[in-house]
T-cell receptor, first 113, second 115 residues
Framework: KNQVEQSPQSLIILEGKNCTLQ??????????LRWYKQDTGRGPVSLTI?????NTKSNGRYTATLDADTKQSSLHITASQLSDSASYIC????????????FGTGTRLQVFP | SAVISQKPSRDICQRGTSLTIQCQVD?????MFWYRQQPGQSLTLIAT?????????ESGFVIDKFPISRPNLTFSTLTVSNMSPEDSSIYLC????????????FGQGTRLTVV
């Protein structure tokens, strides 16, 4: 069964600190792996998209990495800000399933001053 | 990119009633997707809405419960019928097209509470 698992489930950090969120998936093959940020009461917003041949991709203070051999991805947030408080969702697109998106359960990040 | 307007943003409904959620996109798209996000859970695909054809429903979701309309390439509605408290959830519409660099864009969601 195609699955996407994220850890930790929740995380609390102080403003200015860095953090790394993890994503393990069993989807194979896959078209791309995405990280989304979902603020409370809002829809998810794309942060990064990586194909299987990409190892890293950055978007400002967000850097995603991908190891297609171990089927792991991480999202690193540098110099966290209060506005980073949100849920971060790892999503894998599966080509053998008409590119259906498979969502992880997310990591709830809270940044405190 | 795509801008999606979804409404209502939230509603509180009596059990047994129905609610229709609207989704308007600022560009023409082939497929629109409807998701449900239950508290603390990930997004679950309800159905894919293609213009000019019947929506395709995922396992566990049926047309009688979640009828969908797709009258044109920029608009879709999802109705949650005969609601029960178990239908309390966030409902989101989404679009994704190849010309959007395979990004999926989401509406802001409709937070539904059934009492």
């Amino acid at each position: 069964k195609n699955q996407v698992e994220q850890s930790p489930q929740s995380l609390i950090i102080l403003e200015g600190k860095n953090c790394t969120l993890q994503c393990n998936y069993t989807v194979s093959p896959f078209s791309n792996l995405r990280w989304y940020k979902q603020d409370t009461g809002r829809g998810p917003v794309s942060l990064t998209i990586m194909t299987f041949s990409e190892n890293t991709k950055s978007n400002g203070r967000y850097t995603a990495t991908l190891d297609a051999d171990t089927k792991q991805s991480s999202l690193h947030i540098t110099a966290s800000q209060l506005s980073d408080s949100a849920s971060y969702i790892c999503v894998v697109s599966a080509p053998d399933n008409t590119d259906k998106l498979i969502f992880g359960t997310g990591t709830r990040l809270q940044v405190f001053p | 990119s795509a801008v999606i307007s979804q409404k209502p943003s939230r509603d509180i409904c009596q059990r047994g009633t129905s609610l229709t959620i609207q989704c308007q996109v600022d560009s023409q798209v082939t497929m629109m997707f409807w998701y449900r996000q239950q508290p603390g859970q990930s997004l679950t695909l309800i159905a894919t809405a293609n213009q000019g054809s019947e929506a395709t429903y995922e396992s566990g979701f049926v047309i009688d419960k979640f009828p969908i309309s797709r009258p044109n390439l920029t608009f879709s509605t999802l109705t949650v019928s005969n609601m029960s408290p178990e239908d309390s959830s966030i409902y989101l519409c989404s679009v994704e097209e190849a010309y959007m660099n395979t990004e999926a864009f989401f509406g802001q969601g409709t937070r539904l509470t059934v009492v």
